[in-house]
């Protein structure tokens, strides 16, 4: 049965699974970019719907000379920088982001929790790095972002770049409580704190200026952090069953809101300042919701949700109710706006991506 909501299907172009999708801006076009767990991107053209497999510069994704002085290690512990093995792609792409930096457009991805081990060789170091991959080519741009320390946060699960008074920053969320914020610009460690949540679900805005986490995970509650002074703001966001495996920021009505999703298949919203929670939970899912994004569509804030149950619900955040029938089919999510139109974008296990058109989410269309 066709959906008239479906603007195209594109081709993957491969038989790797992906891990990430974001939606990026190439010489001023849009174009749809998937990451996979064989050390590629994939790259759509949304108007021809071509896709084309950049293979990343996976064998420049060691840790340079200055990581090791930093740890402390002497000529002779260099030899473990070679250890002898080959570092599977899907740990060091476990997750991806796409961004602008210096001008070009990047890929930013983070490594899985064997990422620093199999680079290093130290049995003990559950760590990941993030990088930066150059959009048109493949090659990595500048050093390889890593925590100078041997028990670091393990996997990275949740990788975002928002904006910030020192350029663009690269905000991480590891599944053994670790939040870090890396200044692209200088790449240097702004921040690297302990949190409460293990799982590493996060999400990130910037509001008046400051750039602005919420994590959570396996933990009835989230945090709400300022991400460059590396501080808690306020107490804990409660009121749900764990776990928590989506979050995002927006604003609702004039407030900065926290909007999130988990295991219990319901959809809850706090007000940022006071951590209250605003409306009734909604429901709909039959399942789990893991991806989470919102948009503005005609002047009404919307949410847009991915459950395992394989759907895709829209929901409207002021009213607390779904939009209209379920898109089919879910694995990863990204919402942007596509020539001045909002668009849902959604992976498969396989290799199918579609992308949706969102305008019938609107005020003045019917729900």
């Given at each position: 049965?066709?959906?008239?909501?479906?603007?195209?299907r594109?081709s993957g172009?491969?038989?790797?699974?992906?891990?990430?999708?974001?939606?990026?801006e190439?010489?001023?076009?849009p174009?749809v970019?998937?990451?996979?767990n064989g050390?590629s991107?994939?790259?759509?053209?949304?108007?021809s719907g071509k896709?084309?497999?950049?293979p990343?510069?996976l064998?420049?994704?060691?840790?340079?000379?200055?990581?090791?002085d930093?740890m402390?290690?002497?000529?002779?512990?260099h030899?473990q920088?070679?250890?002898?093995?080959e570092v599977p792609?899907?740990?060091?792409?476990?997750?991806?982001?796409?961004?602008r930096f210096?001008?070009?457009p990047?890929?930013?991805?983070g490594?899985?929790q064997?990422d620093?081990?199999?680079h290093?060789?130290?049995?003990d170091m559950?760590g990941?790095?993030?990088?930066?991959?150059d959009l048109?080519t493949?090659?990595?741009v500048?050093?390889?972002?890593a925590?100078?320390?041997y028990?670091?946060?393990g996997?990275i699960?949740?990788l975002?770049?928002?904006a910030?008074?020192?350029g663009?920053?690269?905000v991480v969320?590891?599944?053994?409580s670790?939040?870090?914020?890396?200044?692209?610009?200088r790449?240097e460690?702004l921040?690297?704190?302990k949190t409460?949540?293990?799982?590493?679900?996060m999400?990130?805005a910037?509001?008046?200026g400051r750039p602005v986490?919420?994590t959570?995970g396996?933990?009835?509650a989230?945090e709400?952090?300022?991400?460059?002074?590396g501080?808690?703001i306020?107490?804990p966001l409660?009121?749900f069953e764990?776990?928590?495996?989506?979050?995002?920021?927006?604003?609702?009505?004039g407030?900065a809101?926290?909007?999130?999703?988990g295991?219990?298949?319901?959809l809850r919203i706090w007000?940022?300042?006071?951590g209250?929670?605003?409306?009734?939970p909604m429901?709909?899912h039959a399942?789990?919701?893991?991806t989470?994004?919102?948009?503005?569509?005609?002047?009404?804030v919307i949410a847009?949700t991915?459950?395992?149950?394989d759907?895709?619900r829209?929901?409207?955040?002021?009213?607390?109710?779904q939009?209209?029938e379920?898109?089919?089919g879910h694995?990863c999510?990204?919402v942007?706006?596509?020539?001045?139109?909002p668009?849902?974008v959604t992976g498969?296990?396989?290799?199918a991506?579609?992308v949706?058109?969102l305008?019938?989410?609107?005020?003045?269309?019917?729900r």
């Amino acid at each position: 049965m066709s959906d008239d909501r479906e603007m195209r299907r594109l081709s993957g172009g491969s038989r790797e699974c992906m891990t990430s999708i974001a939606v990026a801006e190439l010489d001023g076009a849009p174009v749809v970019v998937g990451a996979d767990n064989g050390g590629s991107l994939r790259r759509w053209d949304l108007s021809s719907g071509k896709c084309v497999r950049l293979p990343l510069e996976l064998d420049a994704a060691g840790l340079e000379d200055e990581w090791y002085d930093e740890m402390g290690w002497d000529e002779a512990d260099h030899s473990q920088k070679s250890p002898g093995r080959e570092v599977p792609a899907a740990d060091i792409v476990a997750t991806m982001t796409v961004a602008r930096f210096d001008g070009r457009p990047v890929a930013v991805t983070g490594g899985s929790q064997y990422d620093l081990f199999l680079h290093t060789g130290v049995a003990d170091m559950h760590g990941s790095a993030v990088r930066l991959w150059d959009l048109r080519t493949g090659r990595k741009v500048g050093k390889t972002l890593a925590v100078p320390d041997y028990v670091t946060g393990g996997r990275i699960c949740s990788l975002e770049v928002v904006a910030s008074e020192r350029g663009p920053v690269a905000v991480v969320a590891s599944e053994y409580s670790a939040l870090q914020a890396w200044g692209l610009t200088r790449n240097e460690l702004l921040t690297y704190v302990k949190t409460a949540s293990t799982n590493g679900v996060m999400g990130t805005a910037t509001l008046e200026g400051r750039p602005v986490a919420v994590t959570g995970g396996a933990e009835a509650a989230l945090e709400v952090w300022d991400v460059l002074a590396g501080e808690r703001i306020g107490g804990p966001l409660t009121g749900f069953e764990p776990a928590t495996r989506a979050v995002a920021i927006t604003q609702l009505n004039g407030r900065a809101v926290v909007v999130a999703g988990g295991d219990d298949e319901k959809l809850r919203i706090w007000e940022l300042a006071s951590g209250e929670p605003v409306g009734r939970p909604m429901t709909g899912h039959a399942s789990t919701i893991d991806t989470l994004a919102t948009a503005h569509v005609g002047g009404r804030v919307i949410a847009v949700t991915g459950g395992r149950d394989d759907t895709t619900r829209v929901w409207d955040l002021a009213r607390g109710e779904q939009i209209g029938e379920p898109l089919q089919g879910h694995v990863c999510l990204a919402v942007a706006e596509i020539d001045g139109r909002p668009v849902a974008v959604t992976g498969h296990h396989g290799t199918a991506v579609r992308v949706w058109d969102l305008t019938f989410a609107g005020p003045d269309r019917g729900r």
